[in-house]
């Protein structure tokens, strides 16, 4: 089965500086999906960024982008410029790439909640 | 696109009631739904799979006899709490699996006294 661990509870950033959140999984698999959901106080689940492991090339999605070390098994969030509306609850999710019935549901990280100073 | 409602958003009822969820895709089709329960300050735990037209999937520990699913189109998914007591109090949420990527409802706030 795989997991998905983000070691980091909290983290904290000042406005307009960069801020990273590590998430590391395991997997025997080779080919699968990498995400990034938010949660913000209003408890929507928004999508972040998404990688797909077979592309070598890091997803990047306007101030949000990735660090994906297939081979070290870990798909860092970084953060640029950051913003007071980017305080939320960070969740780092894995999925298969088979789609099967039962293979398509996202293994999810505990969280890291991310705090905004102004 | 891939927005993805919920209702209702909150929902208050006594115990020993039971209360209905909809969850629905409002520009895409869903052949398969989820259901996910979030106690405060914790991550998201799947409940069950959904899929038109064919029993739910539920995970390990869940009662399917209190959580009933229903997925009778491709639009359209519900979640019923049969006979609510106060620890179903939660929070739930929806998402929906267009092609890869699961899009979320804004989730229902389920309240029982």
Known sequence: AQTVTQSQPEMSVQEAETVTLSCTYDTSESDYYLFWYKQPPSRQMILVIRQEAYKQQNATENRFSVNFQKAAKSFSLKISDSQLGDAAMYFCAYRSIISNFGNEKLTFGTGTRLTIIP | ?113
């Open chain 2, 1 to 113: 696109g891939a927005v993805v409602s919920q209702h209702p958003s909150r929902v208050i009822c006594k115990s020993g009631t039971s209360v209905k969820i909809e969850c629905r895709s409002l520009d895409f089709q869903a052949t398969t739904m989820f259901w996910y329960r979030q106690f405060p300050k914790q991550s998201l735990m799947l409940m069950a799979t959904s899929n038109e037209g064919s029993k739910a999937t539920y995970e390990q520990g869940v009662e399917k006899d209190k959580f009933l699913i229903n997925h009778a189109s491709l639009t359209l998914s519900t979640l019923t709490v049969t006979s609510a007591h106060p620890e179903d109090s939660s929070f739930y949420i929806c998402s929906a699996l267009p092609r890869d990527t699961q899009y979320f409802g804004p989730g229902t706030r389920l309240t029982v006294l």
